[in-house]
């Protein structure tokens, strides 16, 4: 019965397999390759590329995008405990009080290090 049960553990894998590998090869035998220069370009989009690819972008622009994915991240983690809040009780609640100090604690220290200024 044992041997049984590991019978359709394998038919499962190899159908996955399978299901997976089959579209890439029949993909892979069909498609047509017809290399032409345009094809090399580094853009396809029928303008030829000049100047370099290579551009400088300022350090705000990261720790703003950081910043802002910080806070984000802090919904993600209040929305579901707001939903369940009555029924956690009073030492959720403190668990989250500390959880928002330390959120807010990161936030006056990018904003006493000007990561939120643009000027």
Same mark, same amino acid.
């Not at 400088?56 to 929305?79: A, G, K």
């Not at 369940?84 to 006493?112: C, H, N, P, S």
């Given at each position: ?68 994915? =910080? %806070?984000? +991240? ?7 405990? *707001?939903?369940?809040?009555? /029924? $956690? ?8 009080? =500390? %959880?928002? +100090? ?7 220290? *990018?904003?006493?290090?000007? /990561? $939120?200024?643009?000027?």
């Amino acid at each position: 019965m044992l041997l049984l049960d590991w019978l359709y553990v394998g038919v499962f894998a190899v159908v996955g397999l399978a299901m997976a590998a089959l579209p890439l090869a029949i993909v892979w035998a069909l498609a047509p390759r017809f290399p032409y220069p345009q094809k090399r370009l580094t853009y396809e989009s029928g303008v030829v590329p000049f100047g370099q690819a290579w551009a400088q972008f300022n350090v705000r622009y990261y720790l703003f995008s950081l910043v802002f994915v =910080i %806070f984000d +991240v802090e919904v993600i983690y209040l929305y579901p405990w *707001a939903i369940v809040f009555q /029924a $956690l009780g009073k030492f959720a609640f403190v668990e989250m009080l =500390i %959880f928002l +100090v330390i959120l807010l604690v990161g936030l006056a220290y *990018a904003w006493r290090k000007g /990561a $939120l200024e643009w000027a």
